[in-house]
C-alpha cells in the first residue's frame, strides 16, 4: 500500500459521510513546564471551521494563537509541552488519540501550515524548488523530474514571475512577498482540506501584505479549503475573514462574525483592540492604547484575566472567571455565532 493510500485509509472510515465541521477544537487545554511554574498557555479554547470557511484568530503576542495552531498540527515540542486535555477532531477524528504515524501522515497531505518568517522556516542551503520538489518526493512518491516540473507549477500557481528560470534559486534570493509565496505554494502542494497561516504577512509593507492575503482568498476559492488565519493586525482580517475568535491570555474572549465584531464589539479587550486602529477621522489625536501588558502565564490574575487592564473592571471581574456568553440583543433575541466572556458585555455591545 502507498503513503497516499494509506493516508486515505486512516480517514475513510470515520470521514466518509462525515457532515460536521472540518476542524473543531474543544476544551482544549496546553501547558508548559517551566523554571518559573507551569505556564498555562491555551485554557480551554473551542472553535470549529467547515470547509471554504475562513477564521480569523485575533489577540497580542502571548495570547495563546500560534501555540493552539502548533497542537492541531501535532508540531508541539512535548516536553516541555503538554496537552492535559481537550479534542482536536479533523473531519470527526479525533488526532490527539491518534499515533505519530497517522497524524504524520495527515501533516501537508490534509492539514497544512504557512509559518510567519518565510526566511527562518525554509532551508537555505537548498532551492526552493527542491524544498517544493519535497512534497511531491516523499508522499507521492514522484521521481526528481517529475517533482521539479510540480514545483514549477505551483510556483506558476502563486505567481512568482519566471518561475521556470528561478526554480534552482535559494530562499536569500527571493524578496519577502516572494518567499511567502513560495511557503503558501509549499502548504498548497498536496491540495489539503485546511490551512493554517500563522502571521502570514508579518514584516511586509502593506502593498505585499494585500497581494499576499489576496492569493490565498483566491487559492482557497479555487480549493474549497478551510483556513485558519492567525493575526494581531485587525485591518489584515477584515476583507477575507468570515468570523474571528479573540484570545486573551490562553482563552477565547470573544467570537463573531466578522461584520458584527467590527459593528458591536462585544468584550472590552476586543473595543480596545479595534480603538487602537488608526482612523482617518481621527487626524491630529492621539493614537488609543490598551494600559498594561499582557499577564504572565505562569501567574495568570484570578477572575477575568484582563481585568488588570479593563477599564470596566470590577470586583466581579476580580473574582469569578466569565464564561463564553451567547450575546443577545436588547430584546433578547440571540446573535448567531456571537459569544463574550465578559459578565458585563451588554454594557460593551449595547453601551
Given at each position: 500500500?502507498?503513503?497516499?493510500?494509506?493516508?486515505?485509509?486512516?480517514?475513510?472510515?470515520?470521514?466518509?459521510?462525515?457532515?460536521?465541521p472540518l476542524l473543531e477544537?474543544?476544551?482544549l487545554h496546553v501547558e508548559f513546564h517551566t523554571r518559573d511554574g507551569v505556564a498555562k498557555a491555551v485554557n480551554g479554547v473551542n472553535y470549529s471551521v467547515d470547509a471554504g470557511e475562513t477564521l480569523a484568530v485575533l489577540g497580542e503576542s502571548g495570547s495563546g494563537k500560534s501555540v493552539t495552531a502548533q497542537a492541531v498540527m501535532g508540531i508541539l515540542d512535548m516536553p516541555p509541552g503538554r496537552i492535559p486535555q481537550g479534542e482536536i477532531?479533523?473531519?470527526?477524528?479525533?488526532?490527539l488519540k491518534m499515533s505519530e504515524e497517522e497524524r504524520r501522515r495527515i501533516r501537508g497531505r490534509k492539514i497544512a501550515m504557512i509559518f510567519q518568517d518565510a526566511l527562518s522556516s525554509l532551508n537555505p542551503v537548498l532551492s526552493v524548488g527542491y524544498q517544493l520538489g519535497e512534497m511531491y518526493r516523499v508522499h507521492q512518491g514522484l521521481s526528481k523530474k517529475d517533482a521539479k516540473r510540480k514545483a514549477?507549477?505551483?510556483?506558476?500557481?502563486?505567481?512568482?514571475?519566471?518561475?521556470?528560470?528561478?526554480?534552482?534559486?535559494?530562499?536569500?534570493q527571493f524578496s519577502g512577498g516572494m518567499r511567502q509565496r513560495i511557503m503558501i505554494a509549499m502548504a498548497?502542494?498536496?491540495?489539503?482540506?485546511?490551512?493554517?497561516?500563522?502571521?502570514?504577512?508579518?514584516?511586509?509593507?502593506?502593498?505585499?501584505?494585500?497581494?499576499?492575503m489576496d492569493l490565498l482568498a483566491e487559492l482557497q476559492r479555487e480549493y474549497h479549503m478551510g483556513?485558519?488565519?492567525?493575526?494581531?493586525?485587525?485591518?489584515?482580517v477584515a476583507d477575507v475573514a468570515d468570523k474571528i475568535a479573540v484570545m486573551y491570555a490562553g482563552r477565547i474572549v470573544e467570537q463573531a462574525p466578522v461584520h458584527e465584531l467590527y459593528k458591536r464589539p462585544a468584550h472590552p479587550y476586543t473595543k480596545g483592540l479595534l480603538d487602537s486602529i488608526p482612523r482617518l477621522d481621527q487626524k491630529g489625536?492621539?493614537?488609543?492604547?490598551?494600559?498594561?501588558l499582557p499577564p504572565n502565564l505562569t501567574r495568570i490574575p484570578s477572575g477575568c484575566a484582563f481585568n488588570p487592564r479593563c477599564p470596566k473592571a470590577q470586583d466581579v471581574c476580580r473574582t469569578d472567571i466569565p464564561p463564553l456568553h451567547p450575546v443577545t440583543e436588547q430584546d433578547g433575541t440571540e446573535l448567531v455565532g456571537r459569544a463574550s466572556a465578559c459578565h458585563f458585555w451588554k454594557e460593551t455591545i449595547h453601551g
Open positions: 500500500m502507498s503513503i497516499i493510500d494509506k493516508t486515505d485509509a486512516v480517514l475513510e472510515p470515520s470521514a466518509k459521510g462525515f457532515d460536521g477544537v474543544r476544551d477532531k479533523f473531519r470527526g477524528q479525533d488526532m514549477i507549477e505551483m510556483m506558476d500557481r502563486v505567481k512568482i514571475p519566471a518561475a521556470a528560470a528561478r526554480v534552482s534559486d535559494y530562499p536569500h498548497l502542494a498536496l491540495e489539503p482540506d485546511l490551512i493554517i497561516a500563522d502571521e502570514p504577512t508579518t514584516a511586509l509593507d502593506v502593498t505585499v501584505q494585500a497581494q499576499v483556513l485558519i488565519l492567525i493575526t494581531h493586525d485587525l485591518g489584515v489625536q492621539e493614537l488609543y492604547a490598551i494600559k498594561g
